[in-house]
T-cell receptor, first 114, second 112 residues
Framework: AQSVAQPEDQVNVAEGNPLTVKCTYS??????LFWYVQYPNRGLQFLLK????DNLVKGSYGFEAEFNKSQTSFHLKKPSALVSDSALYFC????????????WGAGTKLIIKP | SQTIHQWPATLVQPVGSPLSLECTVE??????LYWYRQAAGRGLQLLFY??????ISSEVPQNLSASRPQDRQFILSSKKLLLSDSGFYLC???????????FGDGTRLSIL
């Protein structure tokens, strides 16, 4: 069965330190992977995607993600965290049985402390 | 550029009352449209999606329905709301297959 896992319910990072939000997936075939961010009482905002090409994908707000096929992972990273990065982060993968749908992770709450 | 509008932002309704939430997209044509519900600020549950006017696919059996009367308009409805219908409802669009989805700011629905 297809799935996406975000193993950490919450990640705490000090401002200025690097951050990583983890995502692993299980799909057949080539995955299309996405990261989104959600601020309180707002909709989700698209950060970046991996479809093919370089394993390191750069996105909005200084975020990047590394696709690792052997580990079936797509971790979100940022070299230096800002307090304003505090939000809820979602990983998603294309549903291989449907071109229209995404399979969503449960979300990881990122807290950046000053 | 494309924009998505969703309203109202908040809604308080009594149990058994009807519901109509509206979502419109500007600046694009023939988008894929989606309705999600998000419970307790976490996981997303896909309720409906549409790939064209009058074409609605339902993912979860429930007392909600969706309609797409125009290319860029997507409506979520209910004839009689249940307490369990409370939640944060999100509309989204994508330009095509395998493309990122773009979300509205959501409607927070409280059922009393």
């Amino acid at each position: 069965a297809q799935s996406v896992a975000q193993p950490e319910d919450q990640v705490n990072v000090a401002e200025g330190n690097p951050l990583t939000v983890k995502c692993t997936y299980s799909v057949s075939g080539n995955p299309y992977l996405f990261w989104y961010v959600q601020y309180p009482n707002r909709g989700l905002q698209f950060l970046l995607k991996y479809i093919t090409g370089d394993n390191l994908v750069k996105g909005s707000y200084g975020f990047e993600a590394e696709f690792n096929k052997s580990q079936t992972s797509f971790h979100l990273k940022k070299p230096s965290a800002l307090v304003s990065d505090s939000a809820l982060y979602f990983c998603a993968v294309r549903d291989m049985d449907s071109n229209y749908q995404l399979i969503w992770g449960a979300g990881t709450k990122l807290i950046i402390k000053p | 550029s494309q924009t998505i509008h969703q309203w109202p932002a908040t809604l308080v309704q009594p149990v058994g009352s009807p519901l109509s939430l509206e979502c419109t997209v500007e600046g694009t044509s023939n988008p894929n449209l989606y309705w999600y519900r998000q419970a307790a600020g976490r996981g997303l549950q896909l309720l409906f999606y549409s790939v064209g006017i009058g074409q609605i696919s339902s993912e979860v059996p429930q007392n909600l329905s969706a309609s797409r009367p125009q290319d860029r308009q997507f409506i979520l409805s209910s004839k009689k709301l249940l307490l369990s219908d409370s939640g944060f409802y999100l509309c989204a669009w994508s330009p095509g297959n395998n493309q990122p989805q773009h979300f509205g700011d959501g409607t927070r629905l409280s059922i009393l």
